[in-house]
């Protein structure tokens, strides 16, 4: 291969990676202007969050008065929840993009002669499945058993419940 093809590909690629950057930050913008809402119990509870799953809004509408304490703070979770997942999903959707440019782009393997393929070694493990229980619950009381967690929370706080 002659130095001039060479540079040739190696201006190639970092044009590519160039692109590259400018799209994971348009789309990065993009991803931060997210928001999803979702709406349970008849429509009297509506929650919305950001694109980190932050929530920004609850709305109750008429006819929440029907519903006692408890049955307000479930749909509130359960809204919360089903928001966070849509968020989450738009997330994903929107940086689709982002993977398979990437699975395009070469290997280092294929730009430097000799490196061995570390790639199935550099795979992250899947990350756990994250619990969506309340605090006390049977499963997240499972849970810190089987991890040896206390059961004490990092952040402390006050909970009334009598809801």
């Known amino acids: 291969m002659t ?6 590909d ?8 160039a692109d590259q950057m400018r799209t994971i930050t348009r789309l990065q913008q993009q991803r931060a202007a997210l928001t999803a ?9 509506t929650v919305t969050v950001n694109a980190e799953g932050t929530v920004i809004e609850t709305r109750f ?3 929440i008065e ?3 304490y408890p049955e307000i703070a479930k749909a509130v979770t359960e809204a919360a929840q089903q928001a966070a997942a849509e968020v989450a999903r738009l997330s994903a959707e ?6 398979q440019n990437r699975k395009r782009l070469p290997k280092l393997t294929d730009l430097i002669p000799g490196m061995p393929d570390l790639s199935s070694e550099l795979v992250a493990p899947p ?21 040896g967690e206390s059961g004490v929370s990092p952040r402390g706080g006050a909970i009334d419940s009598g809801w």
């Open 66 to 68: 029907d519903l006692d």
């Open 10 to 17: 190696l201006n190639s690629i970092l044009e590519d990676f």
């Open 61 to 63: 509408r008429s006819g």
């Open 3 to 8: 130095n001039e093809f060479a540079q040739a």
């Open 94 to 99: 929107l940086m689709a993009p982002v993977s």
């Open 127 to 147: 990350p756990p499945v994250i619990s969506t229980a309340p605090p006390g619950s049977a499963e997240r009381v499972a849970g810190q058993q089987n991890s």
């Open 37 to 45: 809402s979702a709406t349970v119990r008849g429509k009297r509870v």
